[in-house]
T-cell receptor, first 113, second 116 residues
């Protein structure tokens, strides 16, 4: 176990709705990265938060947004859900930025109908 | 940005055999290369990593090699066991500037099946 927790485990939403996913980072880690993993594919980088600031973003539209809190936990918000947003959403925590180990949580399985 | 290619997509071996998974990367600024194991219904688990100033690293039955000139790195699992069956992902992290800094770029994954 990595010490990274995510909630909820599973979620079913309807197209057009909004969703908030949560991640608690491992103790001592100040960086959280979010990834989207479609079925049968590798995780794709969404964005990264370092000390409460967004530090890098992948090729995802603005309806994907996030927050990091003073205790380094984080939220991922997705507005106007589309069917293609159905995926496993993973967060990873690390101590610092590039070149450091990133430890993943178990993920949140989002299904959009 | 970085692009990581991983081969093979599936690998089937007999228990006790060795397994090798290969990856290539495109960004010469990448300097950190982790490998993850993902079991069904779970998040990726970091199993070994290597940095660009090292050519090889070993941890019990698992080893990773890196060839910076050719921009490829490989995972070697010896004496495979049925519990090694999972999806394995290679990844690269760029130390270059811009929005790619610090992000993991993953390969497409290899489904490893170890038959008893």
């Amino acid at each position: 176990e990595t010490g990274v927790t995510q909630s909820p485990t599973h979620l079913i939403k309807t197209r057009g709705q909004q969703v908030t996913l949560r991640c608690s980072s491992q103790s001592g880690h100040n960086t959280v990265s979010w990834y989207q993993q479609a079925l049968g594919q590798g995780p794709q980088f969404i964005f990264q938060y370092y000390r409460e600031e967004e530090n890098g973003r992948g090729n995802f539209p603005p309806r994907f947004s996030g927050l990091q809190f003073p205790n380094y936990s984080s939220e991922l918000n997705v507005n106007a859900l589309e069917l293609d947003d159905s995926a496993l959403y993973l967060c990873a925590s690390s101590r610092g930025l590039a070149g450091v180990e990133q430890y993943f949580g178990p993920g949140t399985r989002l299904t959009v109908t | 940005g970085e692009n990581v290619e991983q081969h093979p997509s599936t690998l089937s071996v007999q228990e006790g055999d060795s397994a090798v998974i290969k990856c290539t990367y495109s960004d010469s600024a990448s300097n950190y290369f982790p490998w993850y194991k993902q079991e069904l219904g779970k998040g990726p688990q970091l199993i070994i990593d290597i940095r660009s100033n090292v050519g090889e690293k070993k941890d019990q039955r698992i080893a990773v090699t890196l060839n910076k000139t050719a921009k490829h790195f490989s995972l070697h699992i010896t004496e495979t066991q049925p519990e090694d069956s999972a999806v394995y992902f290679c990844a690269a992290v760029s130390a270059g500037g811009g929005t790619s800094y610090g992000k993991l770029t993953f390969g497409q994954g290899t489904i490893l099946t170890v038959h008893p």
